[in-house]
């Protein structure tokens, strides 16, 4: 599992919840055992609940714009996705946490898969089909669920985060998941147990 080469480790938080979260904890944990693995890799932190912009017309109409026809303004429009675009593109490995919010994603999270996914920068039309731009890479899937079990008809956020990753490329997700964490007091004793199958604690350590 461990990567060589890691230059750019990129963590995106999107719960709502601060020092009471269970997915930042579980991040923060993620990111301890990575950077102590590529001790030499850069880490940029993307909280989503800081604030991200949300599409509207403008937007719409100057990613409909070929690239080399776009005005200032419309590239000023763009200049926040552009640059979300481009953290992703430029991490080696991700750490995505997200908490389940009424059964998907938190909103935050949406607006950035709505800022990532760019037709001609992140993805493409092709005779097969749409096909992800984006080399494939490791993304650590950090989640947690009041009371959803992960992968039952009722999460609608688990599956969409996966296949919005391969939409783009990235098939090498790696899930940890803290389930049910209203009424399972092990929830995240299992998530970290998950953790160590990608991240084994044993490597770190040596470290
Ligand atoms: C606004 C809101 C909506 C939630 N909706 C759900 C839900 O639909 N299903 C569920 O299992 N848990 C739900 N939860 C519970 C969270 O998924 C759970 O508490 C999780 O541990 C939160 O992660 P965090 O501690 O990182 O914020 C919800 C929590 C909040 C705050």
Request: aromatic share 8%; proline share 4%; with cysteine.
């Amino acid at each position: 599992m461990t990567e060589t080469n890691v230059k750019k480790i990129l963590k995106i938080d999107s719960s709502a919840s601060k020092a009471s979260s269970i997915t930042r904890k579980l991040g923060d944990e993620a990111i301890q055992r990575l950077t102590r693995e590529h001790p030499g890799a850069e880490l940029i932190e993307r909280d989503l609940s800081k604030g991200i912009k949300l599409l509207d017309e403008s937007w719409v109409q100057a990613n409909l714009t070929n690239p080399v026809e776009r005005n200032q303004e419309q590239q000023q429009v763009l200049a926040h996705s552009d640059q979300l675009v481009e953290e992703i593109k430029s991490a080696d490995v991700i750490v995505i946490t997200a908490p389940v919010y009424n059964f998907s994603i938190p909103a935050s999270l949406k607006a950035w898969v709505d800022m990532i996914c760019r037709a001609g920068l992140t993805f493409g039309y092709t005779e097969k089909g749409p096909q992800g731009f984006l080399n494939d890479r490791p993304v650590y899937l950090i989640m947690a669920s009041g009371g959803v079990p992960f992968g039952s008809p009722v999460d609608f956020a688990s599956g969409y985060l996966r296949h919005i990753l391969g939409f783009i490329g990235i098939q090498d997700v790696r899930t940890v998941f803290a389930e049910a964490t209203n009424n399972n007091a092990e929830s995240e004793k299992d998530a970290l147990n998950m953790m160590d199958k990608w991240l084994p604690y044993e490597v770190t350590a040596v470290a």
